[in-house]
């Protein structure tokens, strides 16, 4: 069976490395092809005749998929047919081009797109996705059954990109980056609240694409809590932040920050504790880093090593230095 009729990777819910780092040049370019193909469905996959290099990370987030690929350029076309012999069209990729350029075609329309831009296609139609240069790109694969959407919206969706420069694409860029970034490495229950505010997210830009209001419902509400969750993962280093501090700087009560993480399983400091938490146990488990377990703490805004310990060990049953040897011994 050749590359193009492999069967697909989003039902492979296990995490999953390709690399040509270690292979001779002679096997890079057939290697990357198969590797795309298995990552991304049964489609056409042109490579350059010499494929210098080409990465492919996949992670499971609740439901959801994440991808991470970097390679030089390819050029990727599902046509009906494939559409109709595999088994992936019940699956939507929402995908952001952190580096490099493209061109997205699909169903009537075509995109040009930039880094930082996001857009979404669908498994289910003919799709034509070509980088033509060094690239990056990170990505969620998510049933479609879990959008909601129905044919003729799914269509109106697709091929319609969000640049970053906008007010939704600003919140939803960093956002689907640090979800792509921290996959593997949340809890469980983290994992899956991550995904369904994702998703909540996407129906937010369902309703702009549809022209259908979002202000004013859950999913707005749903659309300032990301945004504020986004904002409190860029400033864990900072110990000034605090719930008052992040009111004020999304201009709104105190009361409202509260009433907006009900919903969350914890309080907005529990939140903040919490993601702090996962930076520090992530770092602490790294063989490259060599900060003591202080500086890591300080790193992501504990004022206090002791507290910081107390907090690790009740939250993940150990200490914190048993963590980290219990992690390079496993290594």
């Not at 999953?16 to 193909?37: I, K, N, Q």
């Not at 702009?208 to 945004?227: F, Q, Y």
């Not at 903040?272 to 146990?281: A, D, V």
């Not at 300080?298 to 690790?312: E, K, L, M, N």
Request: glycine share 8%; net charge positive.
């Amino acid at each position: 069976m050749s590359p193009e009729d492999r069967e697909p990777g989003p039902e492979q819910h296990s995490g999953s490395l390709y690399t040509t780092d270690s292979l001779p040049a002679h096997r890079r370019r057939g290697y990357w092809r198969e590797a795309l193909s298995r990552t991304f469905g049964a489609v056409h996959m042109t490579v350059p005749n010499e494929v210098y290099s080409g990465r492919i990370q996949t992670l499971p987030l609740g439901r959801l998929q994440a991808v991470t690929v970097d390679g030089d350029c390819l050029s990727a076309l599902r046509t009906r047919r494939l559409v109709a012999q595999g088994n992936e069209d019940d699956y939507v990729v929402v995908k952001l081009l952190d580096r490099g350029v493209a061109r997205l075609e699909q169903d009537g329309r075509e995109a040009d797109l930039g880094p930082g831009d996001i857009f979404i296609y669908d498994m289910a139609r003919p799709v034509r996705l070509t980088l033509p240069q060094s690239f990056r790109t990170k990505s969620l694969v998510l049933p479609r059954s879990v959008l909601g959407l129905s044919e003729s919206e799914m269509a109106h969706v697709t091929a319609s990109p969000v640049s970053h420069d906008t007010p939704l694409g600003g919140l939803l860029s960093p956002f689907l980056a640090g979800l792509v970034d921290g996959a593997g490495t949340y809890p469980p229950r983290t994992s899956e609240l991550m995904a369904r505010n994702f998703v909540e997210l996407l129906g937010v830009l369902a309703d702009e694409k549809l022209g259908r209001p979002s202000a004013d419902t859950p999913g707005g509400n749903r659309a300032m809590l990301l945004r504020i969750q986004g904002y409190i993962d860029r400033h864990l280093a900072n110990p000034d932040l605090t719930p008052q501090a992040i009111a004020q700087a999304h201009h709104i009560s105190l009361r409202y920050l509260h009433k907006l993480f009900e919903g969350e399983d914890a309080t907005v400091g529990r939140w903040i504790q919490r993601r702090r938490l996962e930076k520090c146990r992530r770092d602490l488990a790294r063989r490259a880093n060599i900060s003591t377990i202080s500086a890591v703490a300080h790193q992501w805004g504990f004022t206090s090593a002791a507290h910081f310990s107390r907090v690790f060990r009740a939250t993940y049953g150990m200490t914190p230095r048993e963590w980290r040897e219990t992690q390079f011994i496993d290594r």
